[in-house]
C-alpha cells in the first residue's frame, strides 16, 4: 500500500473515529478502570465470552469476528456476513453455573447487515435463609440480554468493500433477577477500518454497554463498560493472528492474543487449530489461567467448535458453538 493511500485512509477516519473516540473518552472518565473499581458493575454476564473461537484466541476476536457472534464482539463484523448465519453456544461455567447465547444475523443487500441475539446466563439453584439459619426455600438468579444490531459502510462508496469503513451499532434489553428484578437497555458501537497491507490487516474499535443501570435492593450499579482496540493480522492463506487490548468499567485494562490456523482435510472441510492468552487479573487466581486452547472444524455451510479454558483454582470453562451459514 501506498503512502498516500494510507493518508486517505486517515483522513476518511477522521470524522467516525473521532465520533467513536469522544464516547470512548466520555466512558472512560466516568469511572476509574482500576482495580479500585471492582465490584462497581453490575451484570457481569454481559463481560463472558461468547463462541468458543473468540474464546480460544484468548478472547482477541473483536477484529476477526465474521459470524452472527459479533451480536456480542463488535457490531461492525455484521458486514462480513454475506448470507445468512445462524449461531448457537452452550458453556457449563464455574460453581454449577452455566451461559447459553444463540444469535441470528443477515445480510440486507448493499444496505449492510442485521441481527438478533440472546445471552442467557444461569447462577443455579441458592438457598435462601433467615437470619436464624432457618430455609425458606430457594431461588435461581438469572442474567438474560437481548440484542438488535446492524452495520453498514460508511465511507469510500465508490471503493470495494475491503477499503471502506463500517460502523455498527447495537441496541439491548438487560434483565437482572436474584430474588427481585430489574430492567434496563443498553447499546454498543463499534467501527472497522479498512484493510491495509495488501488486504491482509485491520483494525476495529468498540464500545459495549455505554449506558444503563440495575438497582439491587437499595442500591443501584452501571452495566460494565468494556472498551476494545483490536487487531488481525493474516499471515499468509492459512493464519491468523489476532490481538485485542480490553478496558472494562471494573477493572484494570489487558491485552490478549490469539492465534489460529487453519488445515484443509478435504474438498468442502477445514480444520482449525487455535490458541490465546491474555493478562486479565493475573495475580489474582493461582494455578493455570490466562491461557486458552480450542479446535473447529467447518464443512460447507456448518461450522463446530470448542474452547478450553483454565481458571486456575475456579476450575476450567468448557465452551461448544455452532454455526450454520445458509
Known sequence: MSKRSVQSILKAASAPALLLCSLLAGGAAAQGFDTASAGTASAQFLKIASG????????????????????????????NIKTNSMVFMHSPYLAGTYADYFAYAESAGEVGSWGVSAKYMNFGRISQTDSSGFELGAFTPYDTAINVGFACYVTGFNKDPQERFVLGATGKFVRSKIISADNTVSADIGLNFPYMFD??????????????TLRYDKEE??????????????????????????GARDNLPFLAMGGEGRITAGPSMDVFLRAGFNTRALGELSGTRN???GAGMRFGSYNLDYAFSPFGDLGIVH????????
Not at 203 to 210: D, E, K, L, T
Open 221 to 246: 450499579a452501571p452495566l460494565p463498560l468494556i472498551l476494545r482496540v483490536g487487531s488481525v493480522t493474516r499471515l499468509g492463506d492459512h493464519f491468523n493472528l489476532t490481538a485485542d487490548i480490553v
Open 291 to 293: 491461557v486458552a486452547l
Open 52 to 79: 468458543a473461537r473468540g474464546a480460544a484466541l484468548g478472547e482477541a476476536y473483536s477484529a476477526l469476528v465474521d459470524d452472527a457472534f459479533a451480536l456480542d464482539w463488535n457490531p461492525a463484523g455484521l458486514i
Open 319 to 326: 465452551r461448544i458453538s455452532a454455526g450454520i451459514v445458509f
Open 199 to 212: 488486504n491482509n490487516f485491520r483494525m476495529s474499535v468498540s464500545a459495549q454497554n455505554i449506558m444503563g
